[in-house]
């Protein structure tokens, strides 16, 4: 069996060489590198598929930036119809397009390969390994074998009707919320006792983990599959559950703590599009909730629904780093970011309606620290 740390020095390793390349054989080549040891693996030729049909909008977006947008010298132009106009199409930069979109999709298809092809408490050891925190290794494991073993993952999670639960969070009813929490830092609580770590590092613990779980679980909120018909829905539910970690924990990080664990645990299970890119998609919200959601509340003796509206506004914007961040990996050129702006502006929508949420959320704070402090007596 290949040890853990060498597999997640592999995926380092191939995502520095696709960056460092812009040549298409050797794009070409680091691409079917990944589908070969896919086969070798016997992986199911449906995750390939999935990874495609996931970026298939994300790759169409970067095609259209080089082949309208971006020209250079000596380019080939190639005329489209379209209805009574005809559109010069950069055939080259098109084609430009195609190879840098090869750049995300290898690094996707290497992050799969290190996370079906083997044990992820085995990949969580490798962590601890490489000298990541006791504290993070310790919530990764506790959420992914809850998730891992839970019945809901296959039932109740599926059986939620994300349209009814976020719309009765933003009209105030958050009860279903509430008892989802309570019961998910129980049951983290419990296998952290279990595992025998020392009660001053339970409480903090038992509530990152619950709420990554939670988190973890709008994973099977879709409006659509696989269409972008609403980006950013989620984060109605989940901006709040970053100002509960920063709440209802005792460490002055407690949301950036929240937001890594669900990165990984969303990249170690596969979830989201763009692999490895999707920690920091979940970090960067937690950090910015740490840093200013304290000069925030020093500012506003009383918050209320238009503070936390606001600051969803802003958490919303810093969940859209992952496409800038995936941008600039792939070299994408300025019209890119421009083609995006319809999704921004969808983020900034729902990133609003989470601070009604949150207002509501936060009344049960009081609850949910009681039951956390009850649990350590």
């Not at 419990?190 to 990554?212: H, N, T, W």
Request: proline share 5%; aromatic share 10%; net charge positive.
């Amino acid at each position: 069996m290949i040890d853990p740390r060498l597999k997640i020095l592999y995926l380092l390793a191939i995502g520095v060489a696709a960056y460092a390349t812009a040549n298409p054989l050797l794009l070409g080549g680091l691409l079917t590198l990944q589908v070969v040891l896919g086969f070798y693996a016997r992986l199911p030729l449906t995750g390939l598929l999935t990874i495609f049909r996931r970026l298939a909008f994300f790759c169409l977006v970067i095609v259209l930036s080089f082949g309208f947008f971006s020209p250079e010298d000596g380019d080939r132009f190639l005329s489209v119809p379209l209805f009574w106009w005809t559109l010069p199409m950069n055939l080259s930069g098109a084609i430009r397009g195609l190879v840098f979109s090869s750049r995300i999709i290898t690094l996707i298809c290497a992050s799969r390969l290190i996370q079906e092809s083997g044990d992820r408490k085995a990949l969580v050891d490798g962590l601890r390994g490489l000298f990541v925190p006791d504290f993070l290794a310790y919530s990764l494991d506790l959420v992914l074998s809850t998730l891992g073993s839970d019945k809901r993952r296959g039932g109740q999670g599926k059986r939620m009707k994300p349209t009814v639960v976020i719309r009765s969070a933003v009209r105030g009813d958050v009860d279903y919320l509430v008892g989802l929490l309570e019961q998910s830092m129980a049951q983290a609580r419990e296998r952290a006792l279990a595992s025998g770590l020392k009660i001053a590092v339970i409480r903090d613990l038992s509530v990152i983990s619950g709420l990554a779980t939670v988190g973890m679980m709008l994973r099977f909120f879709k409006v659509m599959p696989g269409i972008p018909i609403a980006p950013g829905h989620k984060g109605i539910i989940l901006i709040p559950l970053y100002i509960l970690a920063h709440d209802l924990t005792l460490s002055r990080w407690g949301a950036t703590q929240m937001g890594t664990v669900v990165g990984l645990s969303s990249f170690l299970m596969g979830g989201g599009k763009f692999g490895p890119f999707e920690i920091l998609r979940h970090l960067t919200p937690g950090l910015f909730v740490d840093l200013l959601m304290p000069l925030a509340r020093r500012l506003v003796r009383t918050p209320g629904v238009m503070l936390y509206a606001l600051f969803g506004v802003g958490v919303a914007v810093t969940r859209l780093s992952t496409l800038i961040l995936v941008g600039l990996f792939v070299q994408a050129p300025r019209a890119f970011y421009a083609l995006l702006l319809p999704m921004t502006l969808a983020n900034v929508v729902f990133g609003f309606l989470s601070g009604f949420v949150t207002f509501h959320l936060l009344k049960s704070v009081g609850k949910l620290k009681a039951s956390v402090t009850k649990s350590q007596e």
